[in-house]
């Protein structure tokens, strides 16, 4: 089993899918292959430090947060070998060609990015979009080996068959208020590693967040103190959803952008499923219609 999971910033990943990677870590074991990619330099993220500190500073702290989770940390490049610039990102022919590289080089059996509003009331945030609008449009250009060979030179009298993915969309709290989704994972037991890996983006939590934060978040001061403030992100998360859970959940939506998947084989594959937070008969139900074509 290989997951992949492309976001547009550092901590991205550990705010939606980190419990997930985990579970599926405690189900599999050495049987999953776990990588995350970043797709920007991060040296936006900060009011009091230069740009080049920002991005140093913010990557040092991913490595970090790497070795706790025991995931695959890879920086997006374009083929220029340079990385997308935070803030701004845009989805141009060689951010298509760097993710259908990435993609192809991996060969993951579920991606995981985030979702692609579709309410114009829906807040965002523009490197967000510009991830998920650029995975959707390279899902199909995935088994087409010779759509980037300008960027990326290769025999194409030689091409390789692989397996699309299927592509999950993770929450987005930048849209809260137009979110919905199709399933839940119960990641619970993992909330301790959950913390300690999004402790570890100290610039972030301890500085940036509440400087730019529009509601009041409370600056932590010690582990304990994120954990708490984190416990309060998971219970508004979950009024956001309409759910009832008192429980640490990660929330998905099945899109059609890849592979789509039976019911059967997401029950099998899912770890620690939570049918109480999950929206299980609509999902079987679109499953049924798209795995008609």
């Known amino acids: ?34 990588r995350v990619i970043v797709c ?13 500190e920002t991005g140093r500073l913010r990557l040092e702290e991913q490595l970090a947060s790497a070795r ?11 083929p220029n070998g340079e990385t997308p610039r935070e803030a701004c990102m845009g989805v141009t022919s060689d951010l298509l060609a760097a993710l259908w590289k990435a993609i192809r080089d991996f060969q993951p ?5 985030p979702p692609l509003p579709a309410d114009p009331l829906a807040g965002i945030h523009v490197d967000h979009v510009a991830v998920a609008e650029a ?11 010779h759509a980037f060979t300008p960027e990326y030179p290769a025999p194409e009298d030689l091409s390789t068959w692989i397996n699309t993915p299927v592509i999950l969309n993770v929450y987005d709290p930048y849209t ?17 590693q959950i913390a300690a890996m999004s402790w570890c983006h100290q610039s972030q939590i301890m500085e940036w967040l509440p400087w730019i934060g529009r509601h009041k978040l409370e600056l932590p001061r010690t582990p304990e103190d994120w954990a708490r403030i ?6 508004h998360k979950a009024r956001d959803l309409g759910l009832s859970t008192n429980r640490a959940v990660e929330v998905y939506t099945v899109s059609g952008w890849g592979s ?12 620690n499923l939570c049918p109480e937070a999950s929206n299980l008969d609509r999902l079987k139900a679109r499953l049924a219609r798209l795995g008609t074509v």
């Not at 579970?23 to 599999?28: D, E, T």
């Not at 706790?68 to 374009?78: D, N």
């Not at 995975?135 to 080996?145: Q, S, T």
């Open 135 to 145: 995975v959707r449009k390279v899902a199909y250009m995935i088994n087409v080996p």
């Open 40 to 52: 920007t330099d991060g040296r936006a993220g900060h009011h009091a430090r230069t740009r080049e």
């Open 260 to 271: 789509v998947p039976t019911w059967e084989q997401l029950e099998a594959d899912l770890p």
């Open 230 to 235: 984190l416990r309060r992100r998971s219970e």
């Open 68 to 78: 706790i989770g025991g995931y695959e940390f890879e920086l997006l490049r374009l």
């Open 109 to 113: 059996d579920y991606l995981f990015c």
């Open 1 to 34: 089993m290989k997951l992949l999971f492309i976001h547009a910033h550092f901590d991205d990943f550990e705010f939606t899918a980190a419990g997930t990677f985990e579970m599926w870590r405690r189900k599999l074991g050495n049987q999953v292959q776990r």
């Open 176 to 192: 809260a208020g137009t979110n919905s989704h199709d399933f839940a994972i119960d990641v619970e037991p993992a909330f301790d």
